[in-house]
């Protein structure tokens, strides 16, 4: 719980690298863990290594979930004296005298809020290491030495306040990720076998139990409705601003919302392994991940701080030794100097603005697997998309009826939907979908042609219900119907026809239609300045159709798993490069290309570990959402390290030239931090 921000891991990182028995270490300073990959039997002296730094280690077991808690704070009343004190000390300054009074009322002031800071600053020191608490009692110690009480005081108060400040700013960063733990309910109605339902914690609930679902209550695991519809609001899990008509045989996710239905549902997956568990997993896994402005920041701050405190030590003793300096006026210049050496502003900067933006994500169903494609995110040239599933809504619709003959519409309807009620084809099912409430004839002498279509007599009478090659075989095709035939599949429709035993009767025409979102999320796409692609493995002609219905601005037709894999790999030339797919067929193409997409991935375990980024629903507006977001967040970033760093640069150019204080180098140090931590907490309201 102690282990708060980069001071910490730096100090432990020290100490247990120094240990033959560790062979790695893993920080997650946002949830506060601490993995460490020791040999056998170094547990315990893991562990008392970590208590020697002031920590106390808190072991998880399998599957247990670190504590949610807050950081303990100190009791206010402590701090609210201390500074009390230390203003007083201030104001017994500027009338000049009684100088003991100001030494006391100083001493008290550090003593009732700065032994804390005094303790772990010699433990830093003790370990060879100079974070903001050692740099802290090195530059307030000094200060009393010099004579400067007050100053020393106040410096130690607004220090002690500003950390309190920080922690609490850092705490609602974590707790970001906590509301999406919070969604899922404790308990769950389960059925017993005396026939009662008894309320029961949803981690003792076993695979295929039965758990009812009241109204307005948040479902508590994923299942399958086994009795009852309702609606039920998806949004914590897929971010729709709409509720989901649910009945029986659909799925329930953890952590959403029933509406006014009451629902019994069979649990399909263990608490442990819901959708939303998956879904905190991946957000908390993802913190691992550093981005490249992470990994760029580590390495400066391990050149930085050295260097600023090398530069201290220089400024102390240089002048004074060889330009005739006062000696109080260089070590007071170099203690401020030192304060302002601790880069916490600079390090704790990107993890909460990258925290922030994957939680903000995740919230909107956008689940992205690391920082790293975050940030590669915002610079996407090329987006690369499947068709069936993605850009269609994957399932064929019947969309053209044309009757050929003197025969009345809905008898030809009649006939082709007791036909292809025999048929599993999906343009059999597209027609079925179409004429629902037709009625259906009596089909006798039922025969199946593969490749071809089906055939049947009704009412007494033989007709066939396929293709061209079905229909030349039987009665033959006029060049009036090819025409039409041909016209209807350069619209990317596939046609079937209805036929007896002497001419066509009727045409039906069915196409994979474009989802509605489909046309915003291209327009949106394009205005962010992505180009997009669409490789399919439909016929030219199917392609070319959708391609231009959406304004795709280039069509790739006939493409297998390894053609696409390739004319990815061709995209990546030009530039940064999306793919999206179900996250199973395409997945060559999905794991070549630099940000992977994987779509529909609710409730799917191998879309979202497939993918780079996964979507919870099938909605393609999601795509522009995540680039404008991983804009965003890279902006902030670097408002964030232009603030740290600049405001570091300024005090110590005020530093050099004379005007820096003790004060100044608090604001610039801990001030800094909460600068950094509440702009990037500003991703949470995106």
Known sequence: MQMDCPVEEALIRKKLGAMKSVSGMEFNLMQRVLTVSYAPGALESVLNAIRALGFEPEPLHDGEQPTTAETQSPRW????????????????????????????????????????????????????????????????????????????????????????????????????????????????????????????????????????????????????????????????????????????????????????????????????????????????????????????????????????????????????????????????????????????????????????????????????????????????????????????????????????????????????????SYSDHPVSQALLAAASDSARLPVNNFTALPGRGVRGEIDGKTYSLGNLRLIEESVGCSAATKATLNALEQQGKTSVMLCDEESVLALFAVADTIKASSREAIAQLHALGVKTVMLTGDNRWAAQAIGAQLAIDNVQSEQLPEDKLQAVEKLTLQGVTGMVGDGINDAPALARATVGFAMGAMGTDTAIETADVALMDDDLRKIPLFIRLARRTYAVLIQNLTLAIGIKALFLALTLAGMGTLWMAVFADVGASLLVVANGLRLLRQ
């Open 77 to 420: 009343w402590p701090l609210a004296l201390a500074g009390a004190a230390a203003a007083a000390s201030e104001a017994l300054s500027w009338t000049g005298v009684m100088e003991w009074a100001q030494a006391a009322l100083a001493l008290l002031a550090i003593a009732l809020c700065g032994l804390h800071t005094f303790k772990k600053g010699w433990t830093a020191i003790i370990n060879g290491n100079l974070n903001i608490n050692a740099l802290m009692s090195i530059a307030v110690t000094g200060a009393l030495v010099l004579g400067q009480w007050p100053e020393a005081a106040m410096v130690m108060a607004l220090f002690t306040l500003a950390e309190l400040l920080e922690a609490k700013s850092l705490d609602r960063a974590r707790n970001a990720i906590d509301s999406l733990i919070r969604l899922t309910p404790e308990t769950a109605s389960m059925w017993q076998l005396d026939g009662s339902w008894r309320d029961t914690e949803v981690k003792q609930v076993v695979l295929d139990s039965l758990v009812r679902a009241r109204p307005g209550e948040r479902i508590g695991l994923d299942g399958v409705i086994v009795r009852g519809r309702t609606t039920v609001d998806q949004a914590p899990v897929t971010g729709e601003s709409l509720p989901v008509e649910k009945g029986e045989g659909d799925t329930v996710f953890a952590g959403t919302i029933n509406g006014a239905g009451a629902i019994e549902y069979r649990v399909t997956a263990a608490a442990n392994n819901s959708t939303l568990a998956r879904i905190i997993r991946v957000v908390e896994q993802a913190q691992e991940a550093k981005a490249p402005v992470q990994r760029f920041v580590d390495r400066f701050s391990r050149i930085y701080t050295p260097a600023v405190c090398a530069m201290a030590v220089t400024l102390a003793l240089l002048p004074p030794l060889f330009m005739g300096g006062s000696w109080q006026e260089w070590i007071y210049k170099a203690l401020v100097m030192l304060v302002i050496a601790c880069p916490c502003a600079l390090v704790i900067s990107t993890p909460v603005t990258i925290v922030s933006g994957l939680t903000a994500a995740a919230r909107r169903g956008i689940l992205i697997k690391g920082g790293i494609y975050l940030e590669e995110g915002r610079r996407l040239k090329w987006l690369a998309l499947d068709k069936t599933g993605t850009l269609t809504h994957g399932k064929p619709r019947q969309t053209d009826i044309r009757v050929l003959a003197a025969l009345d519409p809905a008898r030809c309807q009649a006939l082709a939907v007791s036909l292809a």
